[in-house]
């Protein structure tokens, strides 16, 4: 697994543009046109990657499921049975909680669910299994947080899986022979349509209620032209949900 994610981060952005510039110097001086040509690409990748702008164009065309409107979470009952959160790693050795914590990420799709499930009554089951082999569970992170900072109980956790895939069919795996096929997903927007379509291809009936917009418009100074450290962040999500886009139905069928 470790190898994996190294040459999956390797291969796509910012990690295949910083390959790049490595080529262009090494290049330098056996062929210095082909040096160029690569720094200018792996620049040029680097440079539209840290731009706002940019991450709200990419985003519009991923974030194609539409918010939940809160109007509709107190009849919610009627239209699933669950609420399902997806994990989304974990922060390791916490100094201030002196244990391993959610991801801001994670906290945002709990906090959502949260307020769901406090106004339809749905039970909530959270997905997620071990960070690289090791324990507590990302599933077992969130229920803990969940109880103590959001005063929600969970009631079902899976903490095997690794990968979006893994959270439908091992949550169908729970869920399922309990009759429970209607259900709410909270995932982020950009990470919503690969989280739908795997968890219909698992047999459920999927209510999305996706968090974290990129796609919206946050009137950045200069129209979001000029590079932010945290858009090179968002970049690196959106193409990766674009490769499993891809990939999904190529592998999972």
Not at 229 to 237: D, K, N
Request: a positive charge; glycine letters at 8%.
């Amino acid at each position: 697994m470790p190898f994996r994610y190294f040459i999956k981060n390797l291969l796509l952005p910012p990690g295949i543009f910083l390959l790049l510039l490595l080529f262009a110097w090494w290049l330098r001086h056996a062929r210095p046109r082909l040096s160029r040509a690569l720094f200018v690409i792996g620049l040029a990748g680097m440079w539209a990657m840290s731009l706002p702008i940019v991450v709200q164009w990419s985003a519009k065309g991923i974030e194609s499921i539409p918010p939940l409107p809160q109007d509709q979470w107190t009849t919610l009952a009627q239209r699933a049975d669950a609420i399902v959160i997806l994990g989304s790693g974990r922060e390791r050795n916490d100094p201030s909680w002196g244990a391993d914590i959610p991801t801001g990420v994670a906290l945002e799709r709990m906090r959502y669910a949260a307020r769901m499930s406090k106004a339809s009554g749905l039970p909530i089951l959270v997905t997620g299994g071990l960070h690289y082999g090791e324990p507590p569970s990302e599933a077992a992170i969130m229920a803990e947080s969940l109880r103590e900072d959001f005063g929600v109980t969970v009631r079902w956790q899976e903490g095997e899986s690794r990968t979006t895939w893994e959270n439908a069919t091992m949550t169908a795996a729970i869920l399922q022979p309990l009759g429970i096929k209607r259900i709410v997903v909270v995932t982020q927007a950009w990470h919503m349509p690969r989280s739908v379509w795997s968890f219909e291809k698992a047999g459920f009936s999927v209510v999305a209620a996706p968090v974290g917009f990129l796609s919206v418009d946050n009137a950045r100074p200069f129209g979001g032209w000029t590079p932010e450290s945290r858009a090179i962040w968002q970049s690196g999500q959106l193409l990766n949900e674009a490769a499993g886009l891809v990939a999904y139905p190529l592998f999972y069928r």
